[in-house]
T-cell receptor
Framework: GAVVSQHPSRVICKSGTSVKIECRSL??????MFWYRQFPKQSLMLMAT?????????EQGVEKDKFLINHASLTLSTLTVTSAHPEDSSFYIC????????????FGQGTRLTVV | AQTVTQSQPEMSVQEAETVTLSCTYD???????LFWYKQPPSRQMILVIR??????QNATENRFSVNFQKAAKSFSLKISDSQLGDAAMYFC?????????????FGKGTLLTVNP
């Protein structure tokens, strides 16, 4: 099956610094990737949709200047959390849709971000 | 906007028994897709089963089956012969079939415990 790799799986950073999370589709091309945030014991909240070669579409309430998304190739999207605050600590998950249009999206294993 | 409701925050089942997880959704669209995802403690999202709204036949994947009632906008998941490995958070999700919007809308999830 299709594999989506997310890196790093865990990261700790200091307040005020920036951290980059990568999402790669390993065996398929992904025109569209999605970034979610998940708080403990809660559901996945869509943050933004990124399309290869164009600007990401952010959901209402998500600060685009704080959560920078780049989707420079058909296999890689990155999420950069800028000027991180402790309240940005969360679990971030990406998913990718196959170019060939499979019905479901495939998920990465997630990144646990802790801002200290 | 579409909404997905999972009214059971937690459920438990004895090993080898059957359990049904509930999901209802609200939409004005006639063509869409519904999914059940499993999130074990590893936090990796795993697709359990999917249903195309235009298909009347309920989807089945081994021990997992759905009861899709389109008129009632209900999409329950039945797990037969429950196993310890089935313990996880289960999310019901909706996706429109229109256009190129492949966003998933998730319910709040049901935490399933399997008792030995």
């Amino acid at each position: 099956g299709a594999v989506v790799s997310q890196h790093p799986s865990r990261v700790i950073c200091k307040s005020g610094t920036s951290v980059k999370i990568e999402c790669r589709s390993l065996d398929f091309q992904a025109t569209t990737m999605f970034w979610y945030r998940q708080f403990p014991k809660q559901s996945l909240m869509l943050m933004a949709t990124s399309n290869e070669g164009s600007k990401a579409t952010y959901e209402q309430g998500v600060e685009k200047d704080k959560f920078l998304i780049n989707h420079a190739s058909l296999t890689l999207s990155t999420l950069t959390v800028t000027s991180a605050h402790p309240e940005d600590s969360s679990f971030y998950i990406c998913s990718a849709r196959d170019l060939n249009g499979f019905l479901e999206a495939f998920f990465g294993q997630g990144t646990r971000l802790t801002v200290v | 906007a579409q909404t997905v409701t999972q009214s059971q925050p937690e459920m438990s089942v004895q090993e080898a028994e059957t359990v049904t997880l509930s999901c209802t959704y609200d939409t004005s669209e006639s063509d869409y897709y519904l999914f059940w995802y499993k999130q074990p403690p590893s936090r990796q999202m795993i697709l359990v089963i999917r249903q195309e709204a235009y298909k009347q036949q309920n989807a089945t994947e081994n021990r997992f089956s759905v009861n899709f009632q389109k008129a009632a906008k209900s999409f329950s998941l039945k797990i037969s012969d429950s196993q310890l490995g089935d313990a996880a958070m289960y999310f019901c999700a909706y996706r429109s079939a229109r256009g190129s919007n492949y966003k998933l809308t998730f319910g709040k999830g049901t935490l399933l415990t399997v008792n030995p």
